[in-house]
């Protein structure tokens, strides 16, 4: 009896013993599929709108004031949020500086890139004014020409300064088809649409946008970028701007987590067609490394896990007054009632996942941006470190 048991043991041992090499083995050939040394990006170039604005808005127009910034930068920084952005994080992971913006020309350094995002951009470019509805005149194509005169430009100044001081601000010619180009737009399109058309209407455009992104990667391909890592639109039905508005709905009108079904199926529909368009693009450009990131799912999970990963509810805002019918933006006072109200921040900005109802806080990007760098939330799931090395779509 004892000799079987032990011979079971054994058996079980060398079973446990042969599943650690199988995995040590599919592991080191994981890593030699995605190449064993890591892309060691010399520059970030990133395309996007508020949820990656690092300066743009504040510099073209007005400067954010507080609270915005008050968490890390400790004063405000040109970013709608307490602190960092999710493109900050990426920039410390690849342990790169964080992005200074295109349009900021005050102290700035793009030796390590630059950052052509600006608060309210779209993909499609729209007739309107940044005055009248707040939102950017820098859509995405003017983003690439605007990325193109930089390029120009900067190489000229480089190749033709006569000193190492003239040129220790300016990236080096040669680091630009080294690059990591990232991209985070989409979502005032999404947004922009509900808000002036019916469903079927915004559902017709949305292949013309999504072509137009496309069209934007391929000019940066034609022009020597490699490697690009395109995050899809999140759960605007989730934004607590949005949930703020349905007081009692009807059933089937929000999901479990208090989201706007309709809105969130909209956004699933851009990122359906977007993911099919980086697909193709693969083919049509094959030098090219694309990575396609579901941030939708990475934020959907945080704001269905809110409590569990140490947040208070997800629909709550930390700065801002969103009270009955009536809405004060963060930072701005308002008279309610014949009262004047201040819209300031909370106590602590790190136990809220929505800094003013539109935009997360620092630590909500924290969190997705520790959770899409590791390539679990991407198509092909490489980690971004490594995405310079092309993969196939799973």
Same mark, same amino acid.
């Given at each position: 009896?004892?000799?079987?048991?032990?011979?079971?043991?054994?058996?079980?041992?060398?079973?446990?013993?042969?599943?650690?090499?199988?995995?040590?083995?599919?592991?080191?050939?994981?890593?030699?599929?995605?190449?064993?040394?890591?892309?060691?990006?010399?520059?970030?170039?990133?395309?996007?709108?508020?949820?990656?604005?690092?300066?743009?808005?504040?510099?073209?127009?007005?400067? *954010?004031?507080?609270? +915005?910034?008050? /968490?890390? !930068?400790?004063?405000? %920084?040109?970013?709608?949020?307490? =602190?960092?952005? @999710?493109?900050?994080?990426?920039?410390?992971?690849?342990?790169?500086?964080?992005?200074? *913006?295109?349009?900021? +020309?005050?102290? /700035?350094? !793009?030796?390590?890139? %630059?950052?052509?995002?600006?608060? =309210?951009?779209? @993909?499609?470019?729209?007739?309107?004014?940044?005055?009248?509805?707040?939102?950017?005149?820098?859509?995405?194509?003017?983003?690439?020409?605007? !990325?193109?005169?930089?390029?120009?430009?900067?190489?000229?100044?480089?190749?033709?300064?006569?000193?190492?001081?003239?040129?220790?601000?300016?990236?080096?010619?040669?680091?630009?088809?080294?690059?990591?180009?990232?991209?985070?737009?989409?979502?005032?399109?999404?947004?922009?649409?509900?808000?002036?058309?019916?469903?079927?209407?915004?559902?017709?455009?949305?292949?013309?946008?999504?072509?137009?992104?496309?069209?934007?990667?391929?000019?940066?391909?034609?022009?020597?970028?490699?490697t690009f890592w395109i995050h899809n639109t999140g759960p605007i039905g989730c934004l607590p701007v949005t949930?703020?508005?349905?007081?009692?709905?009807?059933?089937?009108?929000?999901?479990?987590?208090?989201?706007?079904?309709?809105?969130?199926?909209?956004?699933?529909?851009?990122?359906?067609?977007?993911?099919?368009?980086?697909?193709?693009?693969?083919?049509?450009?094959?030098?090219?490394?694309?990575?396609?990131?579901?941030?939708?799912?990475?934020?959907?999970?945080?704001?269905?896990?809110?409590?569990?990963?140490?947040?208070?509810?997800?629909?709550?805002?930390?700065?801002?007054?969103?009270?009955?019918?009536?809405?004060?933006?963060?930072?701005?006072?308002?008279?309610?009632?014949?009262?004047?109200?201040?819209?300031?921040?909370?106590?602590?900005?790190?136990?809220?996942?929505?800094?003013?109802?539109?935009?997360?806080?620092?630590?909500?990007?924290?969190?997705?941006?520790?959770?899409?760098?590791?390539?679990?939330?991407?198509?092909?799931?490489?980690?971004?470190?490594?995405?310079?090395?092309?993969?196939?779509?799973?």
């Amino acid at each position: 009896m004892s000799h079987s048991f032990g011979a079971v043991r054994m058996k079980v041992v060398i079973v446990f013993a042969a599943g650690i090499l199988v995995s040590w083995v599919l592991s080191v050939l994981g890593e030699e599929m995605i190449g064993l040394s890591p892309c060691n990006f010399p520059a970030i170039y990133n395309f996007g709108d508020s949820n990656s604005d690092t300066g743009g808005n504040s510099a073209a127009f007005y400067p *954010a004031g507080p609270p +915005s910034g008050e /968490t890390f !930068f400790h004063k405000p %920084a040109g970013r709608g949020s307490d =602190g960092r952005l @999710i493109i900050d994080f990426i920039a410390k992971h690849l342990r790169l500086p964080y992005l200074s *913006a295109y349009l900021d +020309s005050i102290g /700035t350094s !793009f030796r390590h890139g %630059a950052n052509f995002a600006t608060g =309210g951009a779209r @993909i499609r470019r729209f007739n309107t004014s940044f005055f009248v509805t707040g939102e950017s005149p820098f859509s995405l194509d003017i983003q690439i020409v605007q !990325f193109d005169q930089f390029k120009a430009r900067t190489s000229n100044l480089y190749n033709h300064a006569k000193k190492h001081s003239h040129r220790r601000n300016l990236p080096r010619p040669q680091d630009f088809s080294k690059a990591l180009y990232t991209f985070d737009i989409g979502q005032n399109d999404i947004a922009a649409g509900l808000q002036t058309m019916s469903h079927g209407q915004l559902k017709a455009i949305i292949p013309g946008i999504i072509d137009q992104l496309a069209t934007a990667v391929e000019h940066l391909y034609q022009n020597g970028a490699r490697t690009f890592w395109i995050h899809n639109t999140g759960p605007i039905g989730c934004l607590p701007v949005t949930q703020h508005y349905y007081h009692r709905p009807m059933p089937g009108i929000l999901d479990q987590h208090g989201c706007v079904i309709a809105q969130n199926e909209m956004a699933k529909e851009f990122n359906r067609q977007l993911k099919s368009a980086v697909i193709k693009l693969r083919e049509q450009l094959p030098d090219a490394a694309l990575t396609y990131v579901d941030v939708f799912a990475a934020k959907y999970k945080l704001i269905g896990n809110a409590k569990k990963q140490g947040f208070v509810d997800a629909r709550n805002i930390c700065c801002g007054y969103l009270e009955d019918d009536s809405h004060v933006y963060c930072g701005n006072k308002a008279k309610i009632n014949g009262s004047e109200v201040y819209a300031g921040s909370c106590e602590d900005p790190s136990l809220y996942i929505s800094w003013d109802g539109v935009h997360y806080t620092e630590a909500a990007n924290h969190w997705i941006a520790n959770h899409i760098v590791n390539g679990s939330f991407s198509d092909p799931p490489v980690p971004i470190t490594h995405a310079c090395h092309k993969g196939q779509s799973v």
